[in-house]
C-alpha cells in the first residue's frame, strides 16, 4: 500500500517509498511546541531518498547555536510544515507525522524532551521516554531499526 500525505490545503504531496507506515515519535520540546501550536509534534524518521514531494514546496532554513543547519519544508500556500533535513544527519528526514493519510495508524513509540511535557499530558509507562534529545542508537532501538 502506498505511504501518501500532505498539507492542509492539498497543494503540496508527498508519498513514502517504504514498506509500512514508519514508527513514530514525539517530541515535546517547546520549540515543537510552538511550531505546532499542540502540547508535541508526531515525527517519522524516513531516509531522505524515499521521499517524492510534489507541489509549491518552501524552505525554511535555520542554523542552531552550535551551526546545525536545519532545512524545513512546508506547503507555500498553507505553510503547513511537511518534513525537514538537518546537517547533524545526513541523508534522514523528519517527516511530521501526522500529516501522512494514514496518521490515525501511527503508533508512537517514544517520547523525548518530557521535561518539557505539558503537565496534564500521561506517557504511557512503557514507552521509552528521555528529558531531553534521545541518543541516536537508544532512538533507533525504541524506534524499531536494526532488529
Ligand atoms: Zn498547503
Ligand atoms: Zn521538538
Redesign the pocket.
Known amino acids: 500500500m502506498t505511504i501518501a500525505g500532505g498539507c492542509r490545503c492539498g497543494a503540496v504531496r508527498y508519498t513514502l517509498a517504504l514498506d509500512d507506515l514508519p514508527p513514530a515519535y514525539a517530541?515535546?520540546?517547546t520549540?515543537?511546541q510552538t511550531w505546532s501550536g499542540s502540547a508535541?509534534?508526531q515525527q517519522a524518521l524516513v531516509p531522505e531518498g524515499a521521499i517524492d514531494v510534489s507541489g509549491p514546496v518552501v524552505v525554511y532554513e535555520l542554523t542552531s547555536p552550535s551551526g546545525r543547519i536545519s532545512r524545513q519544508r512546508m506547503c507555500g500556500t498553507c505553510h503547513t510544515r511537511i518534513f525537514n533535513t538537518n546537517s547533524a544527519r545526513p541523508g534522514l528526514a523528519v517527516v511530521r507525522a501526522g500529516t501522512l493519510d494514514r496518521s490515525n495508524e501511527l503508533m508512537v513509540t517514544a517520547h523525548?524532551?518530557t521535561r518539557s511535557k505539558q503537565p496534564w499530558l500521561e506517557l504511557p509507562k512503557a514507552s521509552p521516554a528521555w528529558p531531553e534529545a534521545a541518543p541516536p542508537d537508544e532512538m533507533a532501538r525504541a524506534l524499531g531499526f536494526g532488529r
Do not use: A, L, N, V
Open positions: 517530541c515535546h520540546c520549540d515543537c508535541f509534534s523525548i524532551w
